[in-house]
């Protein structure tokens, strides 16, 4: 028989937090495999090919930026870390190894699938090269093919550095976008000293597209980490 | 260096010590002394005693050749200086741990040795616990006596010494009858003192001897002869001589102790200005650093501390073994123009002392504190835990309670609007423990004097940071925020920074009723950003004003409301570690001033064009 549904696979060591995954994947209609050891788990990926990996950083047999790296090595599949508060770096490192978000522990189940589906869905995108042409979210509307953004039936005039921030947040959708990432792609640059460019800039676009910038719904912050274009 | 030396090993493996002089016999004494140490299997060492101010060339050289032989023999060989013999080798017998000392004692008369004693007593007396060995002398191999250096006195002496004489007795003869023969008498012996301490023992000797010729010739009669006619002048002229000769010793050596009591007093100067800079000193290098300057300069040497692991092999001068409790130093090298003598060796020995006692007590301190810190922590660790059972355990229990309720009781969560409001609360107190969580972890990082990780951030990404952790439970308030728009960009810690905020909406909530407004205003004030945080609730209570921002005060009986004093010390320790400042502020409700430097040179937020993508 050949079943088409999800097929994620959990790394945890924790098997209370295991079970609670395991649970919520299987409700939420994923297939389940699930590993308590960095090991297991490299060894279960190697095995079954699974379509997404839900992989805590915190293993006690390895480092997870490794188990990361290892998976990069033979597959473009989402991963997504789960961390702990006070630990954005190693959040940063995840990402930039390789892993597409994370969720930070005590998180809510809704939190946790809304993480999965976006990096299902991304993946998904990145292998039929599919971009969606337009996107929305609230009351913004982002047309990629014209350039032209619109919040609210009013369109809104933004720099060109603006728009690239803009389109690069749309194209990842829903996913955590690091400053460094940013700052890479829209300045072409890794200089630490440069890294104030992406603040500034995203205040002024916060002015321009969010109803109140200190209280943004559109782009939110992840502090310490990056932002994330939230869609609705 | 009695105070700093390793133990002295045990006495029958003590090291032997022959002392060596420049008579024709040395050569036999090495000889013995290498015999006695090689039955008793010891280490050996020939030690000469050179009086840089009377030894003559030719003594050293003799003195030389019988150390070489002693070398060739297997010995370590010393070369000491000092006035006094015995007293030289004794001391350095004693700091080297010797055992046993040979020497020499000539078989034929030295009326020196008899009148004051030989160097053999000397060291008898003096050595203390030291065995002597005393090799007799062979008869018939006289003990040379090599005249002392300098004793002789340049030919200038000689003149003034003459001159002096010379002119006592013109003064007696122009005199005449009026002063009568034992006055002439005290004039020359005023004479050779005045000689005696202007110059050296052989003018001083010779202005005795030149003054009883004078006297006899020029002054008793019969005149201009040195015939003698009266007996008892005879034995004015030995008295004469003899006291003369005393005089001039006297004086001598009053002046040699006089220069060496000053020398003396000027190493201990020295010493106390050495001990005042070390004190001055922190770190161990400088120590080092003083003490080789200082040392140096007193010693007229270049001075070098050497580490136990790395000796400088092939380096000039002496070296003199060190150990110091805590440091790595193995030996002091002084490279000086003479060896040292017994004097500069004391100094020496001194200044490592000092030295030793300032990098004992630089340790000292340095544990102290670590102690005292160690003590704080210890402190705050404890009270730490038992605030945080107590807060923990009210949330807990909470959500322990609605849990097993639904699990044990069906009918509770029967319908669906009780079962969601139950686990609302359980929602509810589990997101209270994680900003508990959240806020105490910071403070630990806090505690642990962890560095703060900073990057540029606009103040207003972490208000709205804070502000959305609490999603919809602001949502029947009203929430003023006001931040310029060109404002600094700060150098901040996100995260912890994000908690400040966190912590003081999270008072808000808890402390005021629901819809009460909340009030964020900054502004740039000179080099800082003065933020200012309020709430229209009532306000922190008179009790608690004063202490709001010591660890563990709550603002209410622990029992109604949940939460840790802990919040405010948190937040100000953060602003502090990112050298800021926070207090409480005037006002209705609570309110809360922050001041945060504004790094030089940052970013505005209006620099935007500067930084537009090519």
Not at chain 1, 181 to 194: K, N
Not at chain 2, 296 to 303: D, E, I, Q, S, T
Not at chain 2, 353 to 378: D, M, W
Not at chain 2, 465 to 473: G, H, N, S
Request: hydrophobic share 45%; charged share 25%.
């Amino acid at each position: 028989m050949n079943d088409d549904r999800t097929l994620a696979l959990i790394v945890e060591d924790e098997a209370p937090m295991r079970r609670f995954l395991k649970a919520t994947l299987t409700n939420q209609e994923f297939r389940v495999i699930d590993a308590g050891t960095a090991k297991e788990g490299l060894s279960l990926f190697s095995s079954h090919r699974p379509d997404i990996v839900l992989l805590d950083l915190g293993l006690p047999d390895g480092d997870g930026l490794d188990v990361v790296a290892r998976i990069r090595e033979l597959s473009r599949l989402p991963i997504v870390v789960i961390s702990a508060r006070g630990r954005e770096a190693d959040k940063v490192n995840a990402l930039d190894a390789g892993a597409d978000d994370y969720v930070t522990k005590p998180f809510g189940t809704a939190e946790l699938m809304a993480r999965l589906r976006v990096a299902l869905r991304h993946a998904a995108q990145a292998r039929t090269g599919d971009l969606a042409p337009q996107v929305s979210v609230g009351t913004l509307t982002l047309d990629l093919e014209r350039r032209v953004v619109m919040v609210a039936d009013d369109e809104v005039h933004l720099t060109p550095t603006e728009y690239k921030i803009l389109a690069m947040l749309a194209r990842h959708l829903g996913k955590v976008v690091t400053h460094a990432q940013l700052l890479r792609e829209v300045w072409g640059s890794t200089r630490s000293d440069q890294a104030h460019y992406v603040r500034v800039h995203m205040a002024q676009l916060r002015r321009k597209i969010e109803v109140d910038p200190v209280r943004p719904r559109l782009i939110l912050t992840e502090p310490g980490v990056g932002y994330r274009l939230r869609e609705t | 260096m009695t105070a700093v030396l390793k133990p002295a090993p045990p006495r029958e493996k003590r090291v032997l010590l022959v002392c060596v002089g420049p008579s024709p016999f040395g050569e036999t004494l090495v000889r013995a002394a290498q015999r006695v140490a090689e039955e008793a299997g010891c280490p050996w060492i020939a030690a000469s005693v050179i009086d840089t101010v009377a030894t003559s060339e030719r003594a050293e050289r003799a003195c030389e050749d019988h150390l070489r032989l002693a070398e060739s023999l297997g010995a370590e060989v010393v070369r000491l200086s000092g006035e006094d013999v015995a007293r030289t080798i004794v001391g350095y017998a004693e700091q080297r741990g010797v055992g046993r000392i040979v020497v020499g004692k000539p078989t034929t008369f030295r009326l020196r040795s008899w009148l004051f004693g030989s160097v053999v007593d000397e060291l008898i007396r003096l050595g203390g616990e030291v065995e002597v060995l005393v090799v007799r002398g062979e008869p018939g191999k006289v003990a040379a006596h090599l005249p002392t250096r300098g004793a002789l006195g340049s030919w200038r002496a000689y003149l003034a010494a003459g001159a002096a004489i010379a002119a006592v007795t013109a003064i007696a003869m122009a005199a005449g009858r009026t002063i009568g023969l034992e006055d002439v008498v005290m004039l020359y012996l005023l004479a050779i003192m005045l000689v005696a301490l202007r110059t050296r023992r052989g003018p001083a000797f010779f202005a005795a001897a030149l003054s009883v010729g004078a006297f006899d010739f020029f002054l008793v009669p019969p005149l201009y002869t040195f015939a003698v006619k009266d007996v008892r002048h005879l034995l004015t002229f030995v008295v004469m001589f003899a006291v003369g000769l005393v005089i001039s010793s006297l004086t001598l050596r009053i002046r040699r102790h006089e220069a060496a009591a000053r020398e003396r007093e000027e190493r201990t100067r020295l010493l106390s200005e050495l001990n005042r800079e070390l004190g001055e000193v922190d770190d161990e290098p400088g120590l080092h650093d003083v003490f080789c300057r200082r040392v140096g300069a007193a010693l007229a040497a270049k001075v070098r501390l050497e580490e136990s692991r790395s000796p400088l092999v092939d380096s000039p001068g002496e070296m003199f073994p060190v150990a110091v409790a805590g440091s790595d130093l193995g030996a002091v090298r002084v490279d000086a123009h003479r060896p040292l003598d017994a004097e500069q060796r004391a100094f020496l020995d001194a200044a490592c002392q000092r030295l030793a006692g300032a990098i004992e007590r630089r340790h000292l301190t340095a544990e102290a504190q670590r102690a005292a810190l160690r003590v704080r922590s210890e402190q705050i660790r404890s009270a730490l835990l038992s605030s945080v059972s107590h807060d923990f355990r009210t949330p807990l229990a909470t959500i322990t309670g609605i849990a097993t309720s639904l699990r044990d009781q069906p009918a509770m969560g029967a319908d669906e609007p009780s079962r969601r409001e139950l686990l609302a609360t359980v929602c509810d107190e589990a997101e209270r423990l994680e900003k508990l969580l959240s806020s105490v972890l910071a403070m630990t990082r806090l505690e642990a004097g962890a560095e703060v990780h900073r990057e540029w951030v606009p103040l207003e990404e972490i208000v709205g940071a804070a502000l959305a952790r609490f999603e919809d439970k602001l949502e029947a308030r009203a929430i003023h925020v006001e931040i310029p728009e060109d404002l600094p960009l700060l150098q901040l810690d996100a995260p912890l920074m994000t908690q400040v905020f966190v912590n003081l909406i999270e008072n808000t909530l808890r402390y005021t009723p629901d819809g009460t407004a909340i009030h964020i205003a900054a502004h740039q004030e000179g080099a800082s950003i003065r933020v200012f945080y309020r709430d229209a609730g009532p306000g922190l209570p008179e009790e608690v004003r004063r202490r709001a921002f010591e660890k563990f005060v709550r603002g209410d009986a622990p029992s109604s409301h949940p939460g840790m004093g802990l919040g405010l010390a948190i937040c100000r320790g953060i602003v502090e570690a990112h050298g800021g400042t926070m207090v409480l502020s005037t006002g209705q409700g609570a309110a809360f001033e922050l001041r945060v430097p504004i790094p030089e040179g940052g970013p505005r937020l209006g620099d935007a064009e500067s930084m537009e993508v090519a």
